[in-house]
């Protein structure tokens, strides 16, 4: 009996013992679950071994780490506790360098990201910023979470907006050029209209008057002589009338292509333009000054055209006993284009001393084959200023007019500057 009980004996105490490992296994896995244990030693044959644990989020900082946006932590202070590399990769720089400075020196929108932060205690915050780093503007959407109380921070999600605002942008410039082909179509057909008013009309009326002085001519053949001049006459000056109404028709017709450009020096095309018209300078006694006017890229045949137009204009529309004077003056300006406000343009000013006009006419002198007065005030069809918008549209820009009635008018040429 003795020899048995030391054999229960044996056996309680090789339980307990076995209790007790059981005890320090389970105190140990409950350490690994809540991440107080990093690593275990473990002696094996006399030698102890040393085993790091991963933790039991390492699943969760891999998919972090791997996560196609950008993912950060923040103190309440704003201190950048933790970030992945692909914020790290957005704002390039190495993620080492992030953590520990304040969010807040990336942030360009600091207001609105303040806004965001304070919008947390109402729940989950998202909206759009624009981060700033080393003068790299970079849009981006955001998602905040309050993290306590487990953690006293806030969770960041980043998303990269750059590639969506490029994509909307050229969305937004196809929108405005299929706008500006919508425009020009409308004008096109606005000047087929004028065209047929002209053929309908303006063409016909010289006709009918050849054909109506020459049938007289035709079945009167002993008409005084007189007379005979008289219809002669008339019969002359409608197919000069005529045939000046089918040169200005070519001219505009030939605006309406763009030609090869090349670089103008717009004071050499000032130069040819008024030894051009040196004969009726010099009958009406005008000025013409201008110099330093910039280059150009453009058609050289069409700037002639253009500054001919504008001067023969200013010279006609004169006022009776005063000499005209035109001068031309150049300078920069910019925000001249509503839809692109940084596009910078060189403005050309041509300013005479002329009759003006009311600003009520204004708007209808650009418009072709547009008269403000009648043939026997002063000569021409209505057809200059009209070429003059055409050329300016050929070159991308725009041409406007200030004018007072008797005191003269201001036509402003704006050329888009374009890069070398």
Do not use: W
């Not at 992945?84 to 190495?94: D, K, T, V």
């Not at 002639?304 to 529309?317: E, G, H, M």
């Not at 041509?350 to 009311?358: K, L, S, T």
Request: charged letters at 25%.
């Amino acid at each position: 009996m003795k020899g048995k009980d030391l054999n229960t004996q044996h056996l309680l105490e090789e339980n307990q013992e076995l209790k007790v490992q059981l005890m320090e296994a389970q105190a140990i896995i409950d350490a690994i679950r809540e991440g107080e244990v990093d690593a275990l030693v473990v002696n094996a044959n006399g030698h102890a071994n040393l085993y790091s644990l991963e933790s039991a989020d390492y699943t969760y900082r891999l998919l972090i780490e791997k996560f196609g946006e950008g993912a950060l932590s923040i103190s309440d202070k704003g201190n950048v506790l933790y970030c992945n590399q692909y914020f790290a990769n957005l704002i390039n720089l190495p993620a080492h360098k992030i953590v520990g400075s304040f969010f807040n020196s990336y942030v360009d929108s600091v207001g609105q990201f303040k806004e965001l932060q304070d919008s947390l205690a109402s729940g989950l915050s998202k909206g759009e910023i624009v981060l700033n780093v080393n003068g790299v503007k970079i849009p981006v959407y955001v998602s905040l979470t309050d993290l306590r109380p487990t953690l006293p921070a806030i969770g960041i999600i980043v998303t990269d907006l750059s590639e969506k605002r490029k994509t909307e942008e050229a969305l937004e410039l196809y929108q405005r050029k299929l706008e500006n082909k919508v425009a020009e179509l409308n004008e096109t057909n606005n000047d087929l209209e004028q065209f047929i008013h002209v053929i309908s009309h303006d063409i016909k009326e010289p006709i009918r008057k050849i054909v109506t002085y020459a049938s007289d001519l035709i079945e009167v053949p002993n008409e005084p002589i007189e007379s005979k001049k008289d219809n002669l006459k008339i019969i002359k000056n409608s197919a000069l009338r005529l045939n000046s109404l089918v040169d200005d028709l070519v001219k505009y017709s030939m605006t309406t292509t763009k030609n090869s450009e090349q670089e103008i020096d717009l004071n050499e095309v000032l130069a040819d333009v008024v030894d051009d018209l040196e004969i009726i300078i010099i009958e009406r006694s005008a000025k013409i000054n201008f110099r330093d006017l910039p280059k150009i890229k453009g058609s050289l045949v069409q700037m002639r055209q253009l500054f001919s137009n504008l001067i023969s204009n200013s010279l006609k529309y004169r006022k009776v006993k005063v000499k005209p004077k035109i001068t031309i003056t150049a300078t920069v300006a910019s925000g001249v284009d509503a839809s692109f406000q940084k596009k910078v343009f060189n403005k050309l000013s041509v300013q005479d001393n002329g009759i003006g006009m009311n600003e009520e006419n204004i708007k209808k002198i650009f418009t072709i084959f547009q008269r403000l007065h009648t043939p026997e005030q002063y000569s021409g069809n209505g057809i200059g200023l009209a070429i003059c918008k055409r050329i300016m549209e050929n070159h991308g820009g725009r041409i406007e007019v200030e004018s007072k009635l008797n005191e003269g008018s201001t036509f402003h040429l704006y050329f888009p500057v374009k890069a070398n």
